[in-house]
């Protein structure tokens, strides 16, 4: 059974044992969302992607699900043994001051090379110098996180996790009924335990590092 918006809420109503408002059962749903999945670097919300480059052309647009770049690599398909090298990545800011041609007087110019660095620019991928010629270019990225609007939508939670939602979302029920505190603390540590659930599987199936970010009330209300 497909776990979708519909159904966290009907789990919701299940736990505030009454039907609860639907559009404010959506936006404390979303709100928890957003909360779990700043919580870590998770490898769920990662993806990749390629394009290939044209001679002259410096800018290239991103997917659109894409939020955050991770690293980008560029490849000459045409060398003898081709290899995928990282790009440094770099503001805008930066290769205006160092860079005070790109990207208007350069592709006058036809001063174009090998790509050794990037930025993300108004929602394209920035490639510097301009690249000469075809290269593949991969890149990896973080995906965004939209809100779920229809019934049934699905998170991009995993599954077996999306139960945290109801839990986040009953005890932001639970804070604006003005609640016994003990019934929101339970419901705020049901919560935590589902993201720690899926913080020791992460750890467990990756090297991936980070902070683990606890929810204190103040982000609740």
Known sequence: MAIDLATLRTKLNNLAD???DATKANLWINETQKDFTNRFRWSWLEAKSSVNTVAGTYSY???SDFSNMLEVKVADLTATVPTAERLEKVSRDYLAENYPNFPEVDEVTATQNTPARYTVY?????LHPIPDKQYATYFKYFKDVTDLAND?????IPAEYRDALAWGAYAKWLIADEADQNQIDTALN???????KALEKEQLNSD?????????RRDLV
Do not use: F, K
């Open 18 to 20: 009454e039907n609860v």
């Open 61 to 63: 647009t991103l997917p």
């Open 122 to 126: 108004t929602g394209a991928l920035w």
């Open 152 to 156: 049934t939508d699905e998170s991009i």
């Open 190 to 196: 049901m919560y935590e335990n589902l993201i720690r």
């Open 208 to 216: 991936t590092s980070g902070g683990y970010i606890t929810w204190t």
